[in-house]
């Protein structure tokens, strides 16, 4: 299994909106809408922001929001705030009782 | 409050095996499944495997198939991570995670991985 395809890092100025993208196969995220993104700030443990591709979990700021165009899902992040500074790690089911996790994407807030 | 507690950090040698735990407290450790997930210095997550904690049901990632052995102690609400033939490779965060996920295997429906594990850290050394 191939992890997902995700830029190495992306960066913005508050107020901006920026999107990051995660490119899998027919296989993975162009199968199935079971794409999850997680925050990830230094030394903590990730944070689920996004389920089932669009899906925000109680607790979420409406600024983050998920889509899908074929093989390609994307996470927008709106209204950059400084505290959005973080990795983020896209995952999707890829069929057969398994998973695969892109190689994640540094954002920085300018 | 809902949580997963984790096993301190481990130093091992090259070749020896580490077993990890992960303690669930707040809910019902056998409504949820169990992934494992491992992050090398600077690198991405990576997915390591699944186990179903209701039955003892293990799917592991081709990657570390042979190597690595999930189980669970239902009477203490915790799972357990054991990988062996550690190599210098295997240095690394390890992370269990919960995630509801109701089974049609062909077409899941997958909620996230919504409580993580606080991490351990592996050093594999000689």
């Known amino acids: 299994q191939s992890a997902l395809t995700q830029p190495a890092s992306v960066s913005g100025s508050p107020g901006q909106s920026i999107t990051i993208s995660c490119t899998g196969t027919?296989?993975?995220?162009?199968?199935?809408?079971?794409v999850s993104w997680y925050q990830q700030h230094p030394d903590k443990a990730p944070k689920l922001m996004i389920y089932?591709?669009?899906k925000r979990p109680s607790g979420v700021s409406n600024r983050f929001s998920g889509s899908k165009s074929g093989n390609t899902a994307s996470l927008t992040i709106s209204g950059l705030q400084a505290e959005d500074e973080a990795d983020y790690h896209c995952?999707?089911?890829?069929?057969?009782?398994?998973?695969?996790f892109g190689g994640g994407t540094k954002l920085t807030v300018l | 409050q809902v949580q997963l507690v984790q096993s301190g950090a481990e130093v091992k040698q090259p070749g020896a095996s580490v077993k990890v735990s992960c303690k669930a407290s707040?809910?019902?450790?056998?409504?949820?499944?169990m992934h494992w997930v491992r992050q090398a210095p600077g690198q991405g997550l990576e997915w390591m495997g699944i186990?179903?904690?209701?039955?003892?049901?293990?799917r592991y990632a081709q990657k570390f198939q042979g190597r690595v052995t999930m189980t669970r102690d239902t009477s203490t609400s915790t799972v357990y991570m054991e990988v062996s033939g550690l190599r210098s490779e295997d240095t690394a965060v390890f992370y269990c995670?919960?995630?509801?996920?109701?089974?049609?295997?062909?077409?899941?429906?997958?909620?996230?991985?919504?409580?993580w594990g606080q991490g351990t850290t592996v050093t594999v050394s000689s």
């Open positions: 995952r999707s089911y890829a069929g057969g009782i398994s998973w695969v």
């Open positions: 027919s296989s993975d995220v162009g199968n199935y809408n079971l």
């Open positions: 186990i179903n904690p209701s039955g003892g049901s293990t």
């Open positions: 707040g809910y019902t450790l056998t409504s949820y499944y």
């Open positions: 995670a919960r995630e509801r996920i109701v089974n049609d295997w062909n077409y899941p429906l997958c909620y996230g991985m919504d409580v």
């Open positions: 089932e591709g669009s």
